[in-house]
């Protein structure tokens, strides 16, 4: 699998995943216009997974290279879920994160009914910090997001302990 930047011509594919049925619970979505404006603003960093030619995820990063060394994983989606596209993909986003900025510490939040998402951020190395109330307003209610983070010396440890890639 191949990681890359995601460019303007990537938009439709982010669109469609996010629009996949069920997603709308999970992940969210965004109109054309608000990720133009996302994706030129440096401050954030889209990510687009390809197997072979085509695209099976992407990743939304905030606070990309933020003098805080704090950055928010924003949104990630794959389009074949249970093939191990989504674990791939987040841990190359880690990597880049860690490479390419002096971040310290990668936050994300997760729904806590996605178990599905919470396992697979465990095991790359996320752990659970708790339950933020009414976080995310979906549009007719506030929820709750559980928040998982992973720090740069919990990165390195398990790169050290993981076999080569």
Excluded: C
């Amino acid at each position: 699998m191949e990681i890359v930047r995601a460019v303007t011509s990537d938009l439709p594919f982010i669109m469609s995943t996010e629009r996949i049925p069920g997603y709308e619970n999970f992940i969210g979505r965004w109109d054309e216009s608000k990720h133009q404006i996302a994706l030129a603003d440096e401050g954030n960093a889209y990510f687009v997974a390809r197997q072979g030619k085509d695209a099976v995820g992407f990743t939304i990063v905030e606070e990309w290279d933020s003098p805080k060394r704090v950055t928010h994983i924003k949104r990630v989606a794959v389009v074949h879920p249970n093939q191990g596209h989504g674990r791939r993909l987040v841990s190359g986003v880690l990597d880049a994160i860690f490479q390419q900025t002096n971040a310290h510490r990668i936050w994300l939040g997760v729904f806590p009914a996605n178990l599905r998402a919470q396992h697979t951020y465990a095991a790359i190395g996320f752990q659970a910090e708790g339950i933020a109330r009414g976080l995310v307003f979906n549009g007719s209610e506030f929820v709750d997001q559980m928040v998982m983070a992973i720090l740069r010396p919990d990165w390195e440890a398990g790169r050290q302990s993981a076999p080569a890639r």
